[in-house]
């Protein structure tokens, strides 16, 4: 692609090489740092890493895929824009995002996380219930919470929300917004509806990444209303930057009896 020397001294890339070289290199390397995927220009083939490493965390702590599935997701939202996961509860896709989220954000990818989910049960109408913002909201993100307490701490989580770097915001508030330099994780999204996927998806900026998860089996919409995690499967397939993750109750990481209770639900079903 190019010929360069490169050399690390801290927390510094030092490049060495011809001009032309060393600005295409560049180029590259702050692609990277965004997120995105080496190409290799000849043969027009995205050059992708052959093994997952574990992110480390906060404290030093490790934390590595436990299943393919699970390697696939992380893999996915460390290259493309957009990563789309579905399966059963247990599979640690909410988990995972986070993870995933707090590790961008302390290597600088980006500069901002964004929490979202639908709020079916309030039918999003928040000013009818009691207390301030937060305090209507954090019950239906206390997944979220609970994953970024887990992994960071109370103190580093609530640091960040009250600096701006974490922001919780319902589905419903997200319109007009540009969501730029942000890692963006929307939860529950088989209870958003085609026009909420399609407006989430649309605000996403230049240097923008989404995660979206969710279970195809748990849609709380009314009876008719088409899930827009379903809708999004069949119109967005095929697009280059966006990447559907599908578990099953194998990629269970909860209690063992989880994976008998997802099965036999399924069969039900069926």
Known sequence: ??????????????????????DEAAKEIENLRRGGVLTDKRTGADIVPSAQPPLTFRGGRKISPSSPAQKKYMESMLKNPVTIATGPAGTGKTFLAVLCALSFLEEGRFSKIILSRPIVEAGERLGYLPGDFEEKVSPYLAPLNSAFITLAGERYYGRQ??????????????????????????????????????????????????????????????????????????????????????????????????????????????
């Open 1 to 22: 692609m190019f010929d360069v020397g490169v050399s690390v001294r801290a927390n510094s890339i030092v490049l060495r090489g011809k001009a032309r070289d060393l």
């Open 161 to 270: 929300k009250a600096a701006g770097v974490i922001e919780i915001v319902p589905l419903a508030y997200m319109r007009g917004r540009t969501l730029d330099d942000a890692f963006v994780i929307l939860d529950e999204a088989q209870n958003t509806t085609a026009l909420q996927m399609k407006m989430i998806l649309t605000r996403l900026g230049p240097k923008g990444a989404i995660c979206i998860n969710g279970d195809e089996t748990q849609i709380d919409l009314e009876r008719g209303v088409k899930s827009g995690l379903v809708n999004a499967h069949e119109v967005l397939a095929g697009i280059r930057g966006i990447k559907f993750i599908k578990f099953s109750k194998r990629d269970v990481v909860r209690h063992p009896l989880v994976k008998k209770i997802v099965a036999a639900y399924g069969a039900v079903k069926k």
